[in-house]
């Protein structure tokens, strides 16, 4: 008798176990990983500007408790609203993360980013965001424009040369004027003659 009693619970038992087996596995695959940690990005030497017509590299540094999956970089062109995707390369052996937006994606007046980077366990974390992102200006423009002006500057010196100046012309018709007097008193020591003529020097106008 005590001998069928345990046969029929150890049946039972077995039964239950093969019935709630799958849910128990299900509970199993929903529990979190221990990883609840996401991955620290630093970005050591950041560079907010780029010469025109020429490409920008981006460097970071990520690191993770246990590993890091995959950097992204996400950037566009300033006033534009999509941004473009570029994974980041690993550097061998290091934690530095680096990428290299070419000189035909870079538009004036620049380009703004932000990054992403992802671990094994799915723990993700942002450096910048696509609200708030960091921004390249591009650069060139100012130095041509400068040259512009320090060459207008030059032409306009030269023009304001000493043949324009009335000062000189004024000091001209006087010396003039002073030797066409003394040529006509000259011989006899009389009075002066008058020569009927009269000399007139322009100077021209301010």
Known sequence: ??????QKAIALFICYALAFSPLLQAAQLSLPSGDLIPPEI????YIDKVDKGQPHKITVEVTDNVAVKQ?????????TERYQRLRMQNKAKTNQY???IH???IKKPGIEYYIQALDSAGNSLLHGYAFSPLSVKTTGDNTIAANTQNTKTSTEDDDDSIFTNKWFW???GVLVAGAAAG?????????PTDTGSTVVVSAPLP
């Open 1 to 6: 008798m005590i001998k069928k009693i345990l």
């Open 42 to 45: 630093t970005q050591p030497k």
């Open 71 to 79: 950097v992204m970089l996400f950037y566009r062109v300033i006033g």
């Open 98 to 100: 680096y990428a290299i």
């Open 103 to 105: 000189a035909n994606k």
């Open 170 to 172: 004024i000091g001209l």
């Open 183 to 191: 040529g006509g008193g000259g011989g006899g020591g009389g009075e």
